[in-house]
């Protein structure tokens, strides 16, 4: 007879944590974790391997039976042909849920490992736990300590993150960390065996915990039960969604990856149309919308932008790439381009919009352009791009001092307070060292004022274009 | 009456240098050119200005008529109003060039400040002199020594680049340094009131030291001069081309930029398209397009790519972004994949292409599959990836190791040797300082081994697109 299987906000909030499959050589998946919870605080970890009964200062366990304590949550990282051993000392331990790291299962394409995992989900079923996985990095929970890396913040924050993919589901906090992103649950379900995206979404769409749901998924096997699960969460919640295995290529990948039938992408594409989530096309672009939801609030209630920095080959390009991605750079009037010389040299100065002038890289010339521009009804954001001349280079330290970090972003958000019109910052990513220090210290006194930051004009004018589309059909 | 004019190569190895507007506080252009020539071994340059008696440890001029050694080329960075005068000064000192960094001409917009460019351009004629500019960066010449920064290679190569614009003359060399791009010359010309883009187009198709012409051009003046130098460059030599511009806003930027009337998108992708001249959208994919041409050769005989790394969500992506760019990623036969599990693991790998395995990560797993995959027909080049999944990541100085670097480089050239198909290496930046040096050692090594670096697969994808189109039209 079944038990009742525990809901999953037990799930992301375990008492004990059983690592199987450590070493004390510092390699392996289960080992990282293992070191993650506790650089985390995680207070009940018990590391499982018989072959050892000490890893790194703690003592390590021969099974599952054997620990003391209670046992909540399992992670597992050993090969696929002890999973059902395994099974049993979860079902004898009483657990609630088991994290498989191990791969080659179903997404193997070998006919036995297929119904491998179907056996493992009986056991699951029979032994009143759930499965997450097989083939996957499992659960990140910062509230709770129960996480899965040391390289990310472990701040909680408001973003939910499903994800099909072990390495996106790590990759995303790792990208978005440092531009301010902070997540509440962060979701890796791999093949999907039990607990699946449909299940997730509806989770999220509840969790008071979660204000933006962000999902990677490269196919789902409940087509209508998705449709449904995407309603619901798309007309409470922002959802982000990157959807993997886009051509045929992809799909190949995808399914050798997670055993997934991905669906065609134009059904996909009206799908996301028709429910109001947001589609994007890359990891990256989701990072880009995730801040703009997050900082570039409240969301522009038009598309016109206002270019400002320094460098005229670089401001031609802005203007390109910000109305290809969508977005419009419309004209100031000759009355908007005189006042601006108030301040603005005349020489090698373009004022038209974009905004290029020499000393554009000086607080005060940048505070009385924002006042200016954002005072112009055509205008409802405002861009400031850094890093892409010579003259507003990293380097130097100029950008990380306080006396041009500080006044630079009070101006940016008193524009914002005074007209509700958001200030983004486009910084490009230098690729030496010590520009590298100065471009981190920058983006970190940006990020920590609140202000969205993004790492090329195109991906800043792709992420708001988006958005603002979301916003005016959800309005 | 007019004298006769210097030609371009005298211009481009000049005697003396007069540098007029440096200062002691080592700020600004000039002194910038100053410094720069100085540590490249320039061996006589004058600065000048009424101010000082010495710079920096140098002799400082009052005027360039009072400079003792031959002068031949002229670096000014004065304010326009003083730009008459200086002329006189040249013609009185038998000068052959000079080029204007100073900006507030007829970019400008003001009828008195084109009329000033006309008034120099006859001064020039009468003097026997060329213009450079205004209103640019002016001259980087390797080969001479007479270079204007201090922060890229100095060592002589074979791309040639013209650009309208200063910030990108300076930015393409900026990027394509670290990536083994190396320049004949680079010559920024801003307004090109006297020397522009046609003749300098002519210049570089007969340069006996360029075999890769690269062009930044906001607009053209000479539509029929321009056509014929571009078709003439582009039948011997290939020629990329970067059209800033290209939306409304962007030419409102360029005509405030460097006074340009931008034509038609759509008439100068027409002819890029007739010429055989090969088009990009940013100076990013100008980079990508010449390292392409450098060092993924010989250009691919198809499109069919076999992209090989760690990471199957990274797996899916690499599909889908190679695809869409316009390269084929075709499926393996399973004979082909059978060879494959020789050295790849089963669990946790894609073999179908995209080929993802935990393990290729090390040389021999690499080098084995490189091999094993460049036998197949259908394929026509190998995409190997790193550093977009933990497994893969910066980190430990792993692959910097001359254990990982050499055997693998060794393995990718070796490949390239036998079956004539180009390696290509993706290596995604990192954003923090110790993978950013793992980073940079990383790409230096495959750089240094004549290996092509890309910063993203879309990238890849896009120039080795474009860079086999162009191949084919061309054959």
């Given at each position: 007879m079944n038990k009742k299987l525990p809901a999953l906000d037990e799930i992301f909030s375990p008492r004990g944590v059983a690592v199987v499959g450590v070493s004390p050589n510092g390699r392996g998946f289960a080992t990282g974790v293992m070191m993650s919870l506790r650089a985390a605080g995680f207070p009940d970890i018990y590391p499982i391997n018989p072959r050892y009964t000490e890893v790194f200062g703690m003592p390590c366990y021969p099974s599952l039976t054997a620990v003391p304590g209670v046992v909540d949550h399992v992670v597992v990282s050993i090969p696929a042909e002890s999973a059902l051993s395994l099974l049993d000392d979860c079902a004898a331990k009483g657990v609630k849920s088991v994290h498989f790291f191990t791969a080659g299962f179903s997404e193997s394409g070998i006919k036995e490992r297929a119904e491998l995992e179907k056996t493992m989900l009986e056991?699951?079923?029979?032994?009143?736990?759930?499965?997450?996985?097989?083939?996957?990095?499992?659960?990140?929970?910062?509230?709770?300590?129960?996480?899965?890396?040391?390289?990310?913040?472990?701040?909680?924050?408001?973003?939910?993150?499903?994800?099909?993919?072990?390495?996106?589901?790590?990759?995303?906090?790792?990208?978005?960390?440092?531009?301010?992103?902070?997540?509440?649950?962060?979701?890796?379900?791999?093949?999907?065996?039990?607990?699946?995206?449909?299940?997730?979404?509806?989770?999220?769409?509840?969790?008071?915990?979660?204000?933006?749901?962000?999902?990677?998924?490269?196919?789902?096997?409940?087509?209508?039960?998705?449709?449904?699960?995407?309603?619901?969460?798309?007309?409470?919640?922002?959802?982000?969604?990157?959807?993997?295995?886009?051509?045929?290529?992809?799909?190949?990948?995808?399914?050798?990856?997670?055993?997934?039938?991905?669906?065609?992408?134009?059904?996909?594409?009206?799908?996301?149309?028709?429910?109001?989530?947001?589609?994007?096309?890359?990891?990256?672009?989701?990072?880009?919308?995730?801040?703009?939801?997050?900082?570039?609030?409240?969301?522009?209630?038009?598309?016109?932008?206002?270019?400002?920095?320094?460098?005229?080959?670089?401001?031609?390009?802005?203007?390109?790439?910000?109305?290809?991605?969508?977005?419009?750079?419309?004209?100031?009037?000759?009355?908007?381009?005189?006042?601006?010389?108030?301040?603005?040299?005349?020489?090698?100065?373009?004022?038209i919009n974009p905004i290029d002038a020499g000393n554009l890289a000086t607080p005060d010339a940048i505070r009385e352009t924002l006042n200016a521009v954002s005072r112009v009804p055509e205008i409802d954001m405002l861009v400031y791009h850094l890093g892409f001349h010579p003259i507003s280079s990293w380097g130097g330290g100029r950008f990380v001092m306080p006396e041009f970090l500080n006044p630079t972003t009070q101006a940016m958000n008193a524009v914002k307070k005074t007209t509700g019109k958001p200030v983004l910052l486009v910084l490009r990513p230098p690729l030496n060292l010590d520009d590298m220090k100065d471009f981190l210290a920058a983006q970190d006194g940006f990020v920590k004022a609140g202000l969205p930051v993004f790492y090329s004009l195109h991906q800043a004018g792709r992420a708001m274009a988006r958005v603002i589309s979301w916003e005016k059909r959800r309005a």
């Open positions: 056991k699951a079923r029979a032994g009143g736990f759930r499965i997450i996985g097989p083939n996957c990095i499992g659960l990140h929970v910062p509230k709770s300590k129960l996480v899965n890396t040391t390289t990310v913040s472990i701040e909680p924050g408001p973003v939910g993150f499903i994800s099909q993919s072990g390495g996106h589901a790590s990759n995303l906090p790792q990208y978005g960390s440092p531009r301010g992103l902070r997540f509440s649950k962060v979701v890796s379900y791999g093949n999907g065996l039990d607990i699946d995206e449909c299940e997730l979404l509806d989770y999220f769409t509840d969790d008071p915990d979660t204000e933006i749901i962000a999902a990677y998924i490269e196919g789902v096997r409940n087509g209508r039960g998705f449709i449904d699960a995407l309603r619901k969460a798309a007309a409470k919640k922002p959802v982000v969604i990157y959807k993997g295995g886009t051509t045929e290529a992809g799909k190949r990948a995808a399914h050798g990856h997670t055993a997934s039938l991905t669906s065609s992408v134009a059904a996909f594409e009206a799908l996301c149309r028709q429910m109001n989530a947001i589609r994007v096309d890359d990891l990256d672009e989701m990072v880009d919308v995730i801040a703009a939801l997050r900082f570039a609030s409240p969301v522009p209630k038009g598309t016109g932008a206002a270019v400002i920095g320094a460098g005229g080959g670089p401001s031609v390009l802005a203007s390109d790439e910000l109305e290809k991605a969508g977005l419009q750079v419309p004209p100031l009037s000759g009355e908007t381009q005189n006042g601006l010389l108030k301040f603005l040299p005349l020489a090698g100065s373009i004022l």
